[in-house]
């Protein structure tokens, strides 16, 4: 077997390594949702939340805004995440109004955005403006807030421009202007089986050329 032949073969099984031990990917999964709640149209606001990360990091992928029934939005959104001290704006988006931003679990529209890792046992706020569309602050059936997070408090700051929400109001559990799509871990993630597949093939492919090369020097 010469050199070049045996790197290539080395380096098509490690490849083949690395996607075998990688760890799966995951679905990305919103951080919260609701069946119903009392809503309101109360505009020049950020709306939203201060929440914790659980024993492991999240990665975003996307940012949302509240749709009421999920019919469209009058004005567009901007919708950020901040450190906890709401100093550092570490990404945002703006959901356009209307429908063209994709509607999730029928309460949200989506952007996508670069991936952001948020950090195990951190603490983060989330805000959007409120616009010229109704946003829920109280009495919410259905309620699910993904285990992988806690959802400390609600936050608000008057302004018709997006800014860092400060302001707590202990008698609502939360503001829910915008909301984030996200997946366990830092965002690596897995090639479909077919990819795997194709990676055996190829790799025993080439053992086998080596190999019937020896045979025939021989």
Known sequence: MNLTKLMKVGAGLVALSALLFATPSQAAQPAFNFTSATTQALSNFTV???????????????????????????????????????????????????????????????????????????????GATTGSDEWAYDNYTGLSIDPALTIDENRYSAGATLIAPGTNNPAFPLFSGGNFMFSLGSGSSVPEPGTIALLFASGFSSLGVVARNRRIRK
Request: glycine share 14%; net charge negative.
């Open 48 to 126: 939203g939340y201060k929440f914790t990360i659980g024993s492991s990091d999240i990665t975003l992928s996307q940012l949302g805004v509240f749709d009421k029934d999920g019919d469209g939005l009058l004005s567009a959104h901007d919708v950020g995440i901040w450190d906890s001290t709401g100093t550092t704006l570490l990404t945002s988006t703006t959901i356009a109004s209307g429908t063209g931003a994709t509607l999730s679990g029928g309460n949200f529209r989506y952007n996508n955005i670069a991936n952001l890792t948020l950090t195990a046992n951190t603490s983060y706020l989330i």
